[in-house]
């Protein structure tokens, strides 16, 4: 029957390869797309950190200097002396010219001042004041008035340190020549007293910001931005113009090794692939930002496509290649394994040498020829096993004549004991007759705790009249149902023989077996065997448990304690089987513990047997 192409080996096999080249190519394709795309991400990422590190330390020098600058002003002797003087005084013109002598000797050591748009320090009520201003931005005006008039004096002089700024750009309210600046309001304290002199007012030019971010160069298709208070900033045509909406950024999903102080951000405004990289300045709420468009990303792309290209189409004609060798090597071969197959469907099992070729498929053709001379060899095998069966049936039924003479002597022999008013005789015979047909008809592992009593007591009869009713055995047995529980066939009674031989019987004395049935816990049952004999030392008793060698006068000599211990934690697991307690020259008692499980009705089928 011809079959469509796919499904023969050949086309499967075909099919198969198509299938893993494509995926190979398309794998190993987005694969290292992937990674060139994190790669250059990464790079594009740290590469503008670094700028922008070295952008925002040229920025943070100039901030810095005029910070320190503040501070000096805020708390030089002359400054304060020139504050506590009143105009008046005799001394006025001296300390003010002191004053302003190292005003400017410290502005001109500054070098940062160039950015100092203007500086007045003056008193909290009075008029006279010293000031810094830069060429052609002098006022003649009461700016000590025009200060403390400003929206936003009261709150800044309030503030406690700069850290707590919110800077703002306004325009120079004291001229009528526009320049942006940022004013910064500080207090002057009394430094013999508590409470402010004064105040200083220091406007910082534009231009220090300006100046740097216009001589950053960056990709075309970036921005470059910065932030001052809540008011962001593009640079356009070297000026700085405020954005109608503040930027809103979200969490960027990849990860990058960057400087604690840098923060990467995704502008979903400006696209799924632009990224933001904010780094801060000294001033608190001023940072500058570079945005990496998407089009930075496709200029890298475009030759990295055609790379992938040529990767991928390499990756078909080799694929196209290995599909041509693969379907040779596999479909000859293929076809003479089949119909050796087929010849040995039909009977043929002869040794075929074609098939043993110097390779994998060679061994299934080997294992072919193996398996029709096992085919030849079980044939002739069954044949002689036909013929075996007769003698096995008929030697069957002759061992099961001896058992059954057994039994029938041992009938004989209570029945006589009883004529002859022997009755002791007539028990043990019977108990030994009940035993023995329990040994030799018993095919379940497991009994009932009651079947294993009635055992039990077949035994204990028989070593009963052996001692001549030295040994007595009691029963305590706490619920009735407990009797029908499941227990391994022949687990209690080397424990009695045990009991009896090494327990009692070098005692020298009557002696007592008590057999108490109950459950110490839910889902547990325990059979005790306590005797009051001679007592076990308790280096022995471990000894016991692993000793695999049975008593040499034990009834059942292929059944030791041991063995009835390691059985019955094969049989229900490590947390059962037996555990022996001792004393010497008192008692010995040995607890078998089982799980709580009633035996089924079938497993009980043997009692019917006895």
């Given at each position: 029957m011809k079959r469509p192409f796919y499904k023969?080996?050949?086309?499967?096999?075909?099919?198969?390869?198509?299938?893993?080249?494509?995926?190979?190519?398309?794998?190993?394709?987005s694969a290292s797309y992937l990674i060139f795309h994190r790669n250059l991400q990464k790079t594009l990422i740290q590469s503008t950190e670094t700028n922008l590190q070295l952008l925002s330390e040229n920025i943070d020098g100039h901030l810095d200097n005029i910070a320190e600058f503040l501070s000096?002003?805020?708390?030089?002797?002359?400054?304060s002396k020139f504050l506590m003087t009143e105009k008046d005084s005799e001394n006025y013109?001296?300390?003010?010219?002191?004053?302003?002598?190292?005003?400017?000797?410290?502005?001109?050591?500054?070098?940062?001042?160039?950015?100092?748009?203007?500086?007045?320090?003056?008193?909290?009520?009075?008029?006279?004041?010293?000031?810094?201003?830069?060429?052609?931005?002098?006022?003649?005006?009461?700016?000590?008035?025009?200060?403390?008039?400003?929206?936003?004096?009261?709150?800044?002089?309030?503030?406690?340190?700069?850290?707590?700024?919110?800077?703002?750009?306004?325009?120079?309210?004291?001229?009528?020549?526009?320049?942006?600046?940022?004013?910064?309001?500080?207090?002057?304290?009394?430094?013999?007293?508590?409470?402010?002199?004064?105040?200083?007012?220091?406007?910082?030019?534009?231009?220090?910001?300006?100046?740097?971010?216009?001589?950053?160069?960056?990709?075309?298709?970036?921005?470059?931005?910065?932030?001052?208070?809540?008011?962001?900033?593009?640079?356009?045509?070297?000026?700085?113009?405020?954005?109608?909406?503040?930027?809103?950024?979200?969490?960027?999903?990849?990860?990058?090794?960057?400087?604690?102080?840098?923060?990467?951000?995704?502008?979903?405004?400006?696209?799924?692939?632009?990224i933001a990289v904010v780094r801060p300045l000294s001033f608190q709420g001023c940072s500058v930002i570079q945005t990496i468009s998407r089009e930075t990303f496709s200029q890298q792309f475009h030759q990295y496509f055609l790379l992938i290209a040529l990767i991928f189409l390499a990756i078909m004609v080799i694929g196209l290649g290995l599909i041509a060798v693969l379907t040779n090597a596999f479909t000859k071969p293929v076809e003479k394994l089949r119909k050796r197959i087929s010849l040995i469907a039909g009977g043929d099992f002869t040794q075929d040498s074609e098939i043993l070729w110097n390779n994998e498929l060679g061994d299934m053709g080997n294992d072919i020829n193996q398996l029709a001379r096992d085919i030849q060899d079980l044939i002739e095998k069954r044949v002689e096993d036909e013929n075996q069966k007769r003698d096995y049936e008929y030697r069957l039924l002759q061992s099961q004549i001896n058992p059954h003479f057994l039994y029938n002597t041992l009938n004989s022999i209570k029945w006589m004991a009883t004529i002859q008013n022997a009755p002791g005789i007539a028990e043990m015979t019977l108990a030994l007759s009940r035993l023995l047909k329990n040994i030799s008809k018993g095919t379940s592992i497991s009994v009932s705790v009651r079947q294993e009593f009635d055992l039990l007591n077949d035994y204990f009869t028989i070593q009963?009249?052996?001692?001549?009713?030295?040994?007595?055995?009691?029963?305590?047995?706490?619920?009735?149902?407990?009797?029908?529980?499941?227990?391994?066939?022949?687990?209690?009674?080397?424990?009695?023989?045990?009991?009896?031989?090494?327990?009692?019987?070098?005692?020298?004395?009557?002696?007592?077996?008590?057999?108490?049935?109950?459950?110490?816990?839910?889902?547990?049952?325990?059979?005790?065997?306590?005797?009051?004999?001679?007592?076990?030392?308790k280096e022995k008793i471990q000894e016991l448990l692993l000793d695999g060698a049975p008593d040499s006068g034990s009834f059942f000599r292929n059944v030791g304690v041991s063995n009835v211990h390691k059985r019955l934690q094969y049989t229900y697991g490590e947390y059962y089987g037996l555990r022996i307690e001792s004393e010497?020259?008192?008692?010995?008692?040995?607890?078998?513990?089982?799980?709580?499980?009633?035996?089924?009705?079938?497993?009980?089928?043997?009692?019917g047997e006895r």
């Open positions: 023969t080996i050949r086309g499967r096999l075909v099919l198969i390869v198509m299938a893993l080249i494509l995926a190979l190519g398309i794998g190993i394709s000096w002003c805020q708390y030089n002797d002359q400054i013109a001296s300390v003010t010219s002191l004053a302003t002598d190292v005003l400017n000797t410290s502005y001109l050591s500054n070098p940062s001042k160039n950015y100092i748009h203007r500086l007045v320090i003056a008193g909290l009520t009075r008029q006279d004041y010293l000031q810094l201003v830069s060429a052609n931005y002098s006022v003649d005006k009461p700016l000590p008035q025009m200060i403390r008039e400003l929206p936003f004096f009261e709150e800044y002089l309030e503030i406690k340190s700069m850290d707590s700024y919110t800077f703002q750009v306004i325009e120079e309210p004291f001229t009528n020549r526009k320049a942006e600046v940022i004013p910064i309001i500080r207090p002057i304290q009394n430094p013999y007293g508590v409470g402010n002199i004064g105040f200083l007012y220091l406007s910082v030019s534009m231009d220090l910001f300006l100046e740097e971010l216009n001589a950053y160069t960056h990709e075309e298709g970036n921005e470059l931005l910065f932030t001052i208070g809540d008011t962001f900033y593009m640079i356009e045509e070297g000026k700085a113009v405020p954005l109608e909406e503040p930027l809103t950024f979200s969490e960027f999903s990849e990860h990058y090794q960057v400087r604690s102080s840098t923060e990467v951000y995704s502008l979903p405004a400006k696209g799924a692939e632009t009963k009249y052996r001692y001549g009713g030295a040994i007595t055995m009691e029963y305590e047995i706490e619920d009735e149902r407990l009797l029908e529980n499941e227990i391994p066939r022949f687990s209690l009674q080397p424990i009695v023989e045990n009991a009896i031989f090494h327990g009692i019987e070098p005692k020298g004395q009557a002696g007592t077996i008590r057999i108490r049935l109950f459950s110490p816990e839910e889902g547990v049952v325990q059979v005790d065997v306590t005797d009051n004999g001679v007592g076990i030392p010497l020259g008192s008692y010995t008692k040995v607890s078998t513990r089982i799980p709580r499980k009633e035996i089924k009705m079938e497993q009980g089928k043997d009692e």
